[in-house]
């Protein structure tokens, strides 16, 4: 079992910033790939920067350029660098991570932190 717990959310006005942490505990080796997905009420969870452990970065068209993902291995904690942050950027954001376990990729959720951007 991987345990996730995140941090850094809040409230932030228009073209402000936030950095999202989530620290990996538990069974936490073998963790392939680490990312940042949100919620926003009415819509369906999407996915906002993904970290591979070598490193790789993949972004949402609708943050790339004001976002940047990292990840401290020797940690298990990733990050989100929020920027330039808009009203439709508000949501529950949420850690995940995905195990191998055997050989099965297991996805792995936090409990969500909210993100609310004022204008």
């Known amino acids: 079992q991987v345990q996730l717990v995140e941090s850094g959310g809040g409230l932030v006005q228009r073209g402000g910033s936030l950095r999202l942490s989530c620290a990996a505990s538990?069974?936490?080796?073998?963790?392939?790939?680490m990312g940042w997905y949100r919620q926003a009420p009415g819509k369906q969870r999407e996915l906002v920067a993904s970290?591979?452990?070598?490193?790789?970065?993949n972004y949402a068209d609708s943050v790339k350029g004001r976002s940047t993902i990292s990840r401290d291995n020797s940690k298990n904690t990733v990050y989100l660098q929020m920027n330039s942050l808009k009203p439709e950027d508000t949501a529950v954001y949420y850690c995940?991570?995905?195990?191998?376990?055997?050989?099965?990729?297991?996805?792995?959720w936090g409990q969500g932190t909210q993100v609310t951007v004022s204008s």
């Open positions: 995940n991570a995905v195990r191998i376990e055997g050989v099965t990729p297991v996805n792995y």
């Open positions: 538990g069974s936490s080796s073998n963790i392939v790939l």
């Open positions: 970290i591979t452990s070598g490193g790789r970065t």
